[in-house]
C-alpha cells in the first residue's frame, strides 16, 4: 500500500520514529516509568518516574497523532497499550506503581500538566480507549493538583491545564474557572512587551519564552480558547512579534545559541514555531519556518546526543551530565518533544510544500534589537550570537549556573564554559568576572541596558554579592563589527580585586589541536580552523590562559570535552578598594584568517576611536565611555 505524504512531514515522521524506537526496550509490561539512566532530581524518586513517562508521553502523542502510515502500525499499537496501561497503573493509589499524588510545590504539578496536554494531543490513542473506571482513576489522580502550592513563574500554566482538561472530560468543580483565570492573570502580568515574558521569580529572558509561555499559551488558545476569545486573541497576538523576533536565534546551520536555563532541552524551542502557523499568530514565510525547524531538529540528531541506553542524554551536543539543573534528571531531556510542534500540522497543510526560503542568518550579517528583553540578536557569517545586556540572574536562579546568563555574548558554534560549584563561581570565557583576596569570583547579577542601537549596548550592573558587602559597580559598553566585538567596561572597586576579560572559549574533541599564541598584545587559540582571539586595549597588566587539556581536571566545556581560554587580568595583586578604572578589549570568533589580523588604533581621545583593519577597513567609534589609549 503506497501512501502519499509529502517527503517534508515524512521525515519528521522518520526522525521523530527514531526517538521512541530507542524507549520501547525499556518499556517494562505493567510499569508506569521508563528507567532512563541519568542523575537523580532534587525533587524525589517519584517525581522522577512520573517525568520518565511524561516526558516521552508528550513525544508519543505527537507522533501518534501524526498521518497514519503502514510501516507504522506495529509501533503505534505498541505505544498505544504501553502508555494507556501506564496511565491506568501509575494512577492506581493501590498499585504498588503509583506515582502518588501532588503536592505543595512539588515537580509532579509541572509532570501532570505537561500529561493533561499530551492526552488531548492524541486522544484517540491515549484516552478515549481507556475503560470508564479508569477515566474515573485518572481524573481524580489529576484533581490532586487542585489547590496547590505552585512556583511564582510559567509554572502556573500546569495549574490552568490541568483544570481546563478536568473540565473538558466532565470532571470539573464549580471553583475551577476562577483559579484558572486568577492563574491566567497572573501569567498575563508577566508580559513586559512584545510577546517576551519575564520569569515570574526567575527574572530572566531566555528561551523559556519559547520553552512554556509560549508553549502553554498556544496550546491554552487551542484547546480552551473558546472560553474567553479575548484572551485567546491576546495570546495569539503576543505570539506573532515573538516569531518575529525569534527566528533571528537560529544560525544558517538550524542550532541556536546555548543560552539560559535547561539547555539540555535542546529543540524544545522550536515548538513556538509551529504553534504560531497552527493557530494562524504568524504571518511569515512558512517555507522559512519549515527549514528554521528542520534544520535545527536535524542538527541536533545529526550529533552523539545519546547516553548510554540509547535514550536522549542530558547534555547539548553530545552527554554532558554536568551540564543539567539540580532539578533535571534522567528524563528530562525529553522536554525537547516539545519541539515537535510541526507535526500538528495535517499533511495538506502549506507548511509542508511551501518552497523553502532561506533564514534571516543566511541573508548576511544583520541585528535584531529586543528592547525589553535586553538582548541584541545578531547574525555574523552565518552563526548566531547574543549580546546579553538586559537579562539578569536572580538569586533562585544562582544555584543553576551563573554562566548561563552572565556572559557578554553567546555565540552559535562556540558555546561557553561552567564553572563549579554553581552558587558560588562564574567562568571566565567571554565576560568581565572579578576576584577578591579570600578566592571568591564574582560576575554579574541584575543586569540594566541603558543604551541599545543597531552597533552597541549598554548596560549598568554590579560585581559582588550581599555575603561581606562585595560591591564593584561597572558600566559597559560593548560594539560590534563582523565576527569581532568592541567591549569597554568602566568600574568602581570597593574591595581589593582582580578583575579578568575573557575571549571565546575555543574547544576542540583533540587537545593536541589547541594552538595557542600571543604575539604583539594579541591572544589567540587555533583549532582546526578555528580561531579565538582576544586583544587586550587598555587597563591590564597580563594575561593567562583557563584551559582544559587533559582529563586530570573536570570537563567544563559545553561543545566538547577541551578547551583553552585567554583571559586578560589586571594587576595580580589586586585594585585597591575606592579605585576607578576602566577595562577596553577586543575578542573575535570565526574562521576566516584574513578577518583574524589585528586592528590597529589610528587615533584616540577621549570619547573617540579609530581602527583600521586590513581586510575590514575602518572602524570608528564616538562615545563617552571611550578612554584615550596610547600604545
Avoid at 574547544?507 to 589567540?524: E, G, R
Wanted: negative net charge.
Amino acid at each position: 500500500m503506497s501512501i502519499d505524504l509529502p517527503p517534508a512531514y515524512r521525515h519528521w515522521q522518520n526522525q521523530t520514529r527514531s526517538l521512541l524506537e530507542p524507549l520501547v526496550p525499556f518499556m517494562a509490561p505493567g510499569a508506569a516509568d521508563i528507567p532512563i539512566e541519568g542523575q537523580v532530581s532534587d525533587h524525589d524518586v517519584q517525581a522522577d518516574r512520573l517525568e520518565s513517562f511524561a516526558r516521552p508521553l508528550l513525544l508519543a502523542a505527537h507522533w501518534l497523532q501524526s498521518a497514519d502510515h503502514p510501516d507504522d502500525e506495529d509501533l503505534r499499537r505498541t505505544l498505544g497499550e504501553w502508555f494507556r496501561n501506564g496511565l491506568a497503573v501509575g494512577s492506581d493509589p493501590n498499585s504498588p506503581d503509583y506515582w502518588g499524588p501532588d503536592a505543595n510545590y512539588h515537580q509532579h504539578h509541572v509532570e501532570i500538566g505537561l500529561l493533561a496536554i499530551a492526552l488531548q494531543i492524541a486522544p484517540e490513542v491515549l484516552w478515549e480507549p481507556l475503560s470508564q473506571a479508569h477515566k474515573d482513576q485518572v481524573a481524580q489522580w489529576l484533581g490532586t493538583a487542585r489547590g496547590n502550592g505552585i512556583v511564582n513563574n510559567n509554572h502556573y500554566f500546569m495549574g490552568v491545564h490541568i483544570l481546563e482538561f478536568l473540565i473538558t472530560k466532565g470532571y470539573g468543580r464549580s471553583t475551577d474557572r476562577i483559579v484558572i483565570d486568577t492563574f491566567l492573570d497572573r501569567l498575563e502580568g508577566m508580559h513586559r512587551g512584545g510577546g517576551w515574558f519575564e520569569d515570574g521569580i526567575n527574572q530572566a529572558y531566555d528561551h523559556y519564552n519559547a520553552y512554556a509561555f509560549h508553549f502553554y499559551g498556544l496550546w491554552w488558545a487551542r484547546l480552551h480558547g473558546h472560553v474567553n476569545p479575548a484572551r485567546a486573541q491576546r495570546w495569539k497576538d503576543w505570539a506573532r512579534p515573538f516569531v518575529r523576533d525569534y527566528r533571528h536565534f537560529f544560525a544558517a546551520s538550524g542550532e541556536h545559541p546555548a543560552f539560559g536555563r535547561s539547555i539540555t532541552y535542546r529543540f524544545n524551542g522550536i515548538n513556538v514555531f509551529g504553534l504560531a502557523v497552527a493557530l494562524d499568530a504568524t504571518d511569515l514565510p512558512l517555507g522559512q519556518l519549515r527549514r528554521l525547524c528542520t534544520r535545527n531538529f536535524d542538527f541536533f540528531l545529526r550529533h552523539p546526543i545519546q547516553q548510554s541506553q540509547g535514550l536522549l542524554s542530558m547534555g547539548w551536543l553530545d552527554e554532558f551530565p554536568d551540564l543539567g539543573e539540580t532539578y533535571s534528571c534522567g528524563g528530562s531531556p525529553y522536554w525537547s518533544a516539545k519541539g515537535l510542534s510541526p507535526l500538528l500540522l495535517p499533511p495538506d497543510h502549506e507548511f509542508w510544500h511551501a518552497p523553502e526560503e532561506p533564514l534571516p542568518s543566511e541573508l548576511g550579517d544583520h541585528t535584531c534589537n529586543i528592547p525589553t528583553a535586553g538582548l541584541t540578536v545578531r547574525s555574523v557569517g552565518g552563526e548566531v550570537e547574543i549580546i546579553n545586556s538586559g537579562s539578569q540572574i536572580s538569586n533562585v536562579n544562582l544555584r543553576y549556573g551563573a554562566w548561563k546568563w552572565s556572559k557578554t555574548a553567546y555565540r552559535t558554534g562556540v558555546d561557553f564554559t561552567l564553572a563549579r560549584p554553581n552558587p558560588t563561581n562564574w567562568s571566565p570565557d567571554s565576560a568581565l568576572t572579578m576576584e577578591i583576596p579570600d578566592g571568591r569570583v564574582f560576575g554579574r547579577h541584575s543586569t540594566v541596558t541603558v543604551e541599545m542601537e543597531e552597533d552597541h549596548v549598554r548596560y549598568v550592573y554590579n560585581l559582588g554579592f550581599k555575603p561581606g558587602q562585595t560591591n564593584c559597580s561597572v558600566d559597559t559598553g560593548v560594539w560590534w563589527k563582523a565576527g569581532w566585538i568592541f567591549q569597554i567596561h568602566a568600574f568602581e572597586n570597593r574591595q581589593p580585586a582582580v578583575l579578568r576579560v575573557g575571549g571565546y572559549a575555543l574547544s576542540s574533541a583533540d587537545p593536541a589541536t589547541l594552538k595557542k599564541s600571543a604575539k604583539n598584545d594579541l591572544l589567540s587559540v587555533w583549532s582546526e580552523g578555528q580561531g579565538s582571539i582576544l586583544h587586550p586595549l587598555h587597563g591590564f597588566t597580563g594575561h593567562d590562559w583557563e584551559k582544559r587539556l587533559d582529563d586530570s581536571t573536570l570537563r567544563t566545556h559545553l561543545r566538547r570535552p577541551f578547551h583553552t581560554t585567554a583571559v586578560a587580568h589586571t594587576d595580580s595583586n589586586g585594585h585597591a578598594a575606592g579605585e576607578t578604572g576602566v577595562l577596553v578589549a577586543l575578542a573575535w570568533v570565526g574562521s576566516d584568517r584574513e578577518e583574524a589580523q589585528a586592528w590597529t588604533i589610528v587615533s584616540s581621545q577621549p570619547g573617540q576611536i579609530e581602527f583600521q583593519h586590513p581586510s575590514l577597513g575602518n572602524w570608528s567609534l564616538e562615545h563617552e565611555l571611550i578612554p584615550q589609549i596610547t600604545s
